[in-house]
């Protein structure tokens, strides 16, 4: 698991042809890898891979043939930006959400706009996912943990504060691009709920516990 808060801004080192799919190479600029292990997550832009070697400022990963069809790690090219998090340990701080690195699909970036300071992007997603996006609710987008500020049938827009913007790879992103869409995973809960066919009960003392009543 991770929270959508990024540690890093890596590049693409590498991307090596592997009977099939692919052996992604990262540097990973000043995150500090000396408490990864072979065979622990990094979050790259989104995407949980599980690193098979370690370098004292990089990492590789084997990424399969699914995962670079339905990703933005596809389309990338050496030299390109990537937003990098450690897996979250159960002591650490959770700054932004919980966020599995299991994207549900790609996204465009539809416009980028000045709001003061800040910037408003608006993204379009598939239907698919569109359902599951709600405004004031939590989305994460090339691993990054945002709040949705309006919904548009399949569009939405968050802001941008300059610190985001500088200290992560939407910097580099730019109208057209595509990104990776991991939507909240308590939505997804709640539409199996809904779809059993029961009718979820919410007792008084659970509503107590969680201070709803």
């Known amino acids: 698991m991770f929270t959508g808060i990024i540690q890093s801004v890596g590049r693409i080192a590498r991307l090596e042809p592997r009977g099939g799919d692919v052996r992604l190479a990262v540097d990973t600029a000043d995150l500090d890898l000396a408490d990864v292990q072979l065979g622990d997550s990094i979050a790259v832009s989104g995407v949980c891979l599980t690193a098979v070697t370690l370098e004292s400022r990089g990492f590789s990963a084997d990424v399969s043939n699914e995962t670079l069809s339905l990703t933005s790690l596809g389309k990338l ?10 897996a979250l340990r159960l002591a650490d701080r959770l700054g932004g959400h919980l966020v599995s690195g299991h994207v549900d699909g790609l996204g465009k970036v539809v416009s980028i706009t000045p709001d003061g300071r800040s910037q ?4 379009e997603v598939p239907a698919a996912i569109s ?3 709600a405004a004031k ?3 994460c987008i090339d691993g990054t943990s945002l709040t949705v500020n309006e919904v548009a049938g399949h569009r939405f827009g968050v802001n941008l504060i300059p610190h985001t913007v500088e200290h992560t790879a939407f910097h580099a992103r730019r109208v057209g691009d595509a990104v990776n869409i991991e ?3 308590v939505a997804r809960y709640i539409e199996r709920l809904l779809s059993s066919g029961e009718t979820p009960r919410l007792d008084e003392a ?3 516990q969680h201070g709803f009543a």
Do not use: C, H
């Open 120 to 123: 408003r992007w608006t993204f």
């Open 183 to 185: 939507v909240d995973v």
């Open 206 to 208: 659970f509503l107590k």
């Open 77 to 86: 090219k050496a030299g390109d930006p990537v937003n990098l998090e450690k």
């Open 131 to 133: 359902r599951y996006i």
């Open 137 to 139: 609710g939590s989305v």
